[in-house]
């Protein structure tokens, strides 16, 4: 199965892995890269150095091409930019912002620019700014989340624009990835699945709590204070929710989040820490390497497209 997205970016399989913030780290990413899509190192709100250090572990365990998923919220966006255009990985893309400012410096470094977007305006302006892919995220995924599903975003993103359409959140197996493709993609981000990935280097528990969840385990907390996020219920989220009832102050909701990612990833706390996940987690029932993740998205389509011609006769 081979899609502009493929030409664009120079890969085997239309499929990117998602950034997920001290979740794909240069390991993961190779090793999607090596299965035959391109993995994203995610910056998440490292300083600079460690994403260059990163990036270099990348080049050392793949000769694909790899890509940066820079978070625009990050206190270091600027040097992390810097360092991307001095390490020329193949393709950056970004999140929760607007990265147009940056856009001209990364292609003028032959850098591939793939905004992720939750919004028809945001990626027509992201066209116009340069891009060379636009990721349309539903708000099935994991981490901070816009409001439209896959399912509405997708096709009117691929309405919008003329550029390769990835669509992402909530495509947990093949049938998801034929639907993507049927709504007007070009290729397929996946993120939740890699968590549970041999090469994924999170901690087991919040692999097992990935394996674990059931179909409304991945809730929202935020939607308060503006700016929503998607993680596995527990602790954390319950203790959000009550606070974020309570009225209090967006300070204090805030400070409750810090260091949330670290607990889980690291230390493996399930119970206080932020295990950011998207709904496909549901689907997600075991521990594999990559490269039969992304097989398995591909593997068979045509008898699911062979069915559904069966079905409309
Ligand atoms: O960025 C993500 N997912 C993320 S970022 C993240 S780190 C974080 N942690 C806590 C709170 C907030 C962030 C965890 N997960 N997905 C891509 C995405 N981007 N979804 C939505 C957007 C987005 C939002 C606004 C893209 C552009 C945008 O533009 C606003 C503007 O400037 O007009």
């Known amino acids: 199965m081979k899609t502009r ?6 890969i085997e399989y239309p499929i990117i892995q998602g950034g997920m913030a001290w979740v794909a780290t240069a390991e993961l990413a190779a090793a999607v890269s090596n299965g035959g899509g391109i993995g994203l190192i995610a910056a998440g709100s490292a300083p600079a150095d460690v994403v260059r250090a990163q990036i270099k572990k990348a080049k050392e365990l793949t000769d694909k091409p790899f890509g940066v998923n820079v978070m625009m919220m990050s206190p ?23 990265p147009a400012k940056y856009i001209p410096a990364l292609k003028e470094a032959g850098i591939k620019v793939m905004p992720v977007i939750a919004s028809v305006a945001m990626a027509v302006k992201m066209e116009k ?5 636009i ?28 550029l390769p359409v990835v669509a992402a959140g909530g495509i947990a197996d093949k049938r998801g990835a034929v ?19 041999t090469e994924c280097i999170a901690h087991d528990n919040y692999k097992q709590a990935v394996i674990k969840a ?4 991945a809730v929202v907390t935020g939607r308060t204070t503006g700016a929503p996020v998607r993680a596995l219920k527990n ?31 690291e230390e493996g706390d399930v119970q206080t820490g932020s295990l950011m996940a998207g709904q496909s987690a549901a689907m997600v029932t075991k521990i594999e390497p990559c490269a039969d993740i992304i097989r398995s998205y591909f593997d068979g ?12 006769k």
Do not use: W
């Open 214 to 217: 059931k179909d409304r385990d």
């Open 235 to 265: 602790k954390l989220t319950r203790e959000y929710d009550r606070l974020e009832k309570s009225g209090a102050s967006f300070e204090e909701i805030e400070q409750l989040g810090i260091g949330g990612l670290r607990r889980a990833f």
């Open 76 to 98: 270091f966006v600027d040097e992390v930019m810097q360092v991307i255009i001095e390490e020329k990985p193949a393709a950056v893309a970004t999140g929760a912002g607007n």
């Open 5 to 10: 997205l493929c030409e664009t970016l120079g």
């Open 129 to 133: 700014s340069g891009a060379d892919v």
């Open 301 to 312: 389509t045509e008898e699911i497209i062979e069915n559904i011609k069966n079905q409309l």
């Open 135 to 162: 990721i349309a995220e539903g708000t099935e995924a994991g981490g901070h989340i816009g409001e439209l599903t896959t399912m509405v975003l997708v096709p009117q993103v691929a309405d919008a624009v003329a």
């Open 179 to 197: 639907a993507a493709f049927a709504l007007g993609a070009d290729g397929i981000q996946v993120g939740t699945r890699f968590i549970c990935s």
